[in-house]
């Protein structure tokens, strides 16, 4: 049987990587394109087997047949490895998320003829395995609901995001949210979206969510 590569401690040269396949799409779609900051994202592929990967070198070059002097910046920002294998399993789903410790306030006396406002603060508790992820991006909408079942209730297009979780759980401090009116419920849903380590996003229905049906507190 031939030494592994890891066994000869060669170097390895990494291909661009050129047409991801399809599950890897959402990952890899980035590659090449120019982000915020003047950031750009690069994507590179290497097959190996049976090896211990020990060292990364990055290495600056000029154009082939130039000898003259290049002046460049450069700004190394993060860098992955990535098993292609762990990318093809699917994503555990955000499970079980609660709402609890539910706390109101009520704000100053406000102007007549202008909405009443209340402060929520509540813990977020749900499940996922911590390994697979970053963090967790906490968003929020809210609407209100009249006494008919069948209307859905009413809210933003874009949920508002609340800030990052590092644990699987997350406080809520003095939410501002609008009074519920007569003959209806207020609604405040809570989202929790996981951010895997590879860094692509996951789609908003596969987020994790929870409802907070209230009426008057006072």
């Known amino acids: ?11 390895q040269s990494l291909q661009p990587l050129q047409v991801p396949p399809t599950k890897l799409a959402r990952w890899a779609g980035r590659c090449g394109q120019p982000l915020s900051g003047g950031w750009i994202q690069r994507c590179y592929e290497v097959s190996l087997r049976g090896c211990l990967l020990q060292d990364l070198f990055v ?35 955000v ?8 706390r109101w306030q009520q704000p100053a006396p406000v102007l007549e003829g202008r909405p009443v406002r209340l402060r929520l603060s509540c813990l977020l508790h749900w499940s996922y395995l911590l390994l697979q992820v970053r963090c967790f ?33 997350y406080r809520v401090v003095d939410l501002v949210v609008e ?40």
């Open 137 to 169: 991006r906490v968003h929020c909408w809210e609407g209100t609901r009249s006494d008919s079942p069948s209307r859905e209730p009413a809210g933003p297009e874009k949920p508002t995001f609340l800030g990052l979780a590092f644990a699987n759980q």
């Open 1 to 11: 049987m031939p030494p592994s590569p890891a066994e000869t401690g060669s170097r």
């Open 59 to 93: 290495n600056f070059s000029r154009p082939p047949g130039s000898r003259k002097e290049e002046s460049f910046a450069c700004r190394l920002g993060e860098i992955q490895v990535v098993d292609a294998d762990s990318l093809l399993a699917p994503l555990h789903q």
């Open 179 to 218: 009074a519920a009116g007569p003959g209806q419920d207020g609604r405040v849903e809570f989202l929790v979206e996981p951010v895997p380590r590879e860094g692509f996003l996951v789609p908003q229905a596969e987020w994790g969510r929870a409802a907070l049906l209230y009426s008057s507190p006072w």
């Open 95 to 102: 499970q079980d998320v609660t709402v609890s410790q539910v």
